[in-house]
């Protein structure tokens, strides 16, 4: 037995000891630690292109190199365990995917009141019954409510003002109510002018008395359409001549 054992411990020794297979061991050993060396810094660009900080893509490299040349596939299975599922460069590009999504999302037609999502053809939203857009009267295209003329035929049009609006809007010059009240003291104006004009001047002969500017501009302002009349005595009067 123990011949035997000593013939298989020489055999064994004399293969090791041949010089073609030191060298193939050498090379296989090269190999492997150019493989871990290889794998260590594969882990680390790894890292490096799926996140921004700069301790990590090291941390996998020291990780790939601490489990020396005969373990190191385990520190690269460790490393595919803890990176990120994607790259930066996969991030920043989902990222302004959903942005454009959003951006279109934003930019279709909605109604200002209820917010559902309307046609651009359309102009009554069929859901809170909001008025989007009106038809010209003289060439029968749509139009916007905020529109002083029709685009394609020129028309003057009177801007509606939306029951939506936010507060401080101010609607066209001819439906604003700003408009009217600076017309209608503008027409105030004009009518005590023209009673300054017409009131005669004060007569002590006559004993008509003569119309008193208060009074005509009373009558003037009284009514657009009234014309102004002296104050004349009253029946069965004399007559100062």
């Not at 293969?15 to 492997?32: C, D, E, K, M, T």
């Not at 990120?84 to 934003?106: C, F, H, K, Y």
């Not at 001819?174 to 004009?190: F, K, L, M, T």
């Not at 023209?194 to 005669?200: C, G, S, T, V």
Request: hydrophobic fraction near 45%.
């Amino acid at each position: 037995m123990d011949q035997i054992l000593s013939a298989i411990g020489g055999a064994v020794s004399g293969f090791f000891a041949n010089q073609y297979v030191q060298l193939a061991g050498q090379a296989i050993l090269a190999y492997l630690i150019l493989l871990w060396i290889a794998s260590a810094y594969w882990a680390f660009r790894d890292m490096q292109a799926r996140t921004a900080n700069p301790i990590g893509p090291y941390l996998s490299a020291v990780v790939v190199i601490g489990f020396t040349p005969i373990l190191f596939p385990f520190g690269l299975l460790l490393h595919r365990l803890v990176r990120p599922g994607e790259t930066v460069a996969e991030s920043t590009e989902r990222a302004l995917a959903e942005e454009a999504m959003l951006r279109e999302i934003e930019a279709q037609p909605h109604c200002a009141n209820c917010q559902r999502r309307v046609d651009a053809d359309w102009i009554v939203c069929p859901t809170c019954r909001n008025q989007l857009r009106r038809i010209c009267p003289a060439c029968g295209k749509k139009t916007e409510l905020d529109w002083l003329l029709c685009a394609w035929c020129g028309r003057e049009l009177v801007t509606i003002v939306p029951a939506t609006a936010a507060p401080g809007y101010t609607g066209s010059r001819v439906s604003s109510p700003r408009r009217g009240a600076e017309r209608a003291a503008a027409d105030r104006a004009a009518a005590e002018r023209a009673a300054d004009r017409l009131a005669p001047p004060a007569d002590a002969a006559s004993p008509v008395r003569p119309t008193s500017r208060a009074a005509a501009r009373s009558s003037v302002t009284a009514g657009p359409l009234e014309t102004i009349r002296a104050e004349r005595p009253a029946p069965g009067g004399t007559s100062g001549r």
